[in-house]
């Protein structure tokens, strides 16, 4: 019975030289903790999904057609080949890896320092022996290589492979002859060649995980309101659980401007992670911005006429009449109204103690509505509009739908006489809710953009509203 082949490859990442901040977020920026399962599942994901493994095997048959024999690496001319040392090789025809189990990944993480990685496989060699017959051979490999963490030119985490070696385990011969003195010569072969043919494996594994990494720091587009940089604010800390990205997010406008607002003068108190699942902080900054970003377009300004309401909102001066009737002055009944609402400055957003609510300050004229000639102003308004804001993860973004809670008005001008401008609240929320409303739910589809670290899916994640943050944990 074939003994069971497990070899070992042990990778030293070396990310940074700092545990990550204990609860407390001194930055606005998007935090990103991710789980060492994630970068497991990244690894194994490199090597089921791609052709890494197969490539290793053509690389074999294909070009150097064996390890052994007149067309192998060490046959006609080989490092062994007739009138060598190991003359007898020859006997030995086409030897070559045919095939590599795929490897289990085990890690660990070395606060401050880096990752332990371990791939345990097996080694499937086929030839034919010298008195003809398949042979068939499994060895046992340890690969170590150090990794250290740098940064590419685009600004993202990259892994450079910087040492690797390899420690050839046991042999076994599985079917067929092989002399002893052949059998040795094949051990010796396979501790020259399987360097050459493992490290490249590891370089094209770390590879893919850097395009996973590089993913994270990218432009995501915000529609026509311009787009969010996601860019690495300090270099990656690690904990015994976790490694932990501190990302920046540079919000541009559609003319490519950097957009800067307000930030919270207080630090974010991040609760913390627990083992087995990955956590994004999405900050307060982001929400403010998005808004802020809305409001500078002119895409939460609207006029709101009678085809924009249903019939069972009232939109007209005998309507109006009905509530302030000093407001119309000599207007004869039945006119139909516009309501013209300008937002002159950013909206605010407070999240707290599990809630999302986002307060716009409006200027609100209303004008009697002629549809084929000039409307005719009444008097305006300086309201302020409370919505509640539910949201909702996906796997690229958060987002976010909008419902009025309240609306509260005072008179700023009026072209007949003054008013009290609180007897018109109930009736402008109406308004706004069937008409300003469902606008602003369609403009926020572009919602809150998250950074997509080693593909973890925050779809299904659960959300929970902290001061001046959102954070979304997803299990393993």
């Not at 700092?18 to 599942?41: F, N, Y």
């Not at 340890?142 to 963490?149: D, K, P």
């Not at 919000?251 to 991040?270: C, H, L, N, T």
């Amino acid at each position: 019975v074939p003994s069971k082949m497990l070899g070992m490859w042990s990778l030293l990442l070396l990310w940074g030289l700092a545990t990550p901040c204990q609860g407390l977020l001194e930055k606005v920026g998007t935090l990103a903790r991710i789980d060492k399962d994630e970068l497991g599942k990244a690894i194994q994901n490199s090597l089921v999904g791609g052709p890494i493994l197969q490539n290793v095997l053509g690389t074999v048959t294909s070009v150097n057609q064996g390890l052994l024999g007149s067309g192998g690496l060490l046959g006609g001319g080989g490092l062994l080949s007739y009138g060598g040392v190991f003359g007898v090789v020859e006997e030995i025809s086409g030897l070559k890896i045919e095939e590599i189990t795929l490897p289990k990944v085990s890690l660990k993480l070395l606060p401050g320092f880096g990752v332990q990685l371990s791939l345990h496989t097996k080694v499937g060699l086929h030839g034919s022996g010298p008195l003809g017959g398949l042979l068939q051979l499994e060895a046992e490999v340890n690969v170590s290589s150090r990794v250290a963490l740098g940064v590419s030119s685009r600004g993202t985490p990259i892994l450079v492979l910087k040492r690797c070696s390899t420690l050839l385990g046991h042999i076994s011969l599985l079917s067929g002859l092989l002399p002893a003195p052949l059998f040795g010569v094949v051990e010796q072969t396979l501790f020259k060649v399987l360097p050459g043919l493992l490290c490249p494996m590891v370089d094209s594994v770390l590879g893919v995980v850097n395009e996973l990494l590089g993913t994270a720091l990218s432009l995501v587009p915000l529609g026509a309101l311009g787009s969010v940089e996601f860019t690495l604010a300090t270099l990656p800390l690690i904990s015994n659980q976790y490694i932990e990205l501190d990302i920046n997010p540079i919000v541009k406008s559609i003319a490519g401007d950097v957009i800067d607002f307000p930030k919270p003068p207080k630090p974010i108190k991040v609760p913390p992670k627990e083992d087995h699942t990955s956590q994004v902080v999405v900050p307060l900054y982001l929400f403010s911005t998005v808004f802020g970003l809305l409001q500078t377009n002119g895409a939460l300004d609207i006029d709101i006429t009678p085809d924009l309401v249903p019939s069972n909102v009232p939109l007209t001066t005998t309507d109006l009449a009905a509530l302030v009737p000093e407001a119309l002055g000599k207007l004869p009944p039945d006119q139909q109204l516009l309501l013209s609402m300008r937002v002159k400055e950013a909206p605010s957003v407070t999240l707290q103690k599990g809630k999302a609510i986002i307060s716009i300050p409006t200027n609100i004229h209303v004008l009697s509505y002629h549809p084929k000639g000039t409307p005719e102003a009444l008097f305006e308004l300086n309201a302020v509009l409370t919505l509640n804001a539910q949201l909702a993860p996906s796997a690229t973004k958060l987002h976010l739908s909008l419902s009025l809670e309240r609306l509260s008005a005072k008179l700023a001008s009026s072209f007949s006489h003054a008013f009290d401008a609180t007897r018109l609240e109930e009736w402008l929320s109406d308004v706004v809710r069937v008409a300003y409303v469902p606008k602003l739910n369609v403009d926020l589809g572009v919602g809150i953009p998250l950074p997509k670290v080693l593909n973890v899916n925050f779809a299904n994640a659960a959300l929970e509203i902290i001061e001046n943050a959102v954070v979304l944990t997803v299990a393993s």
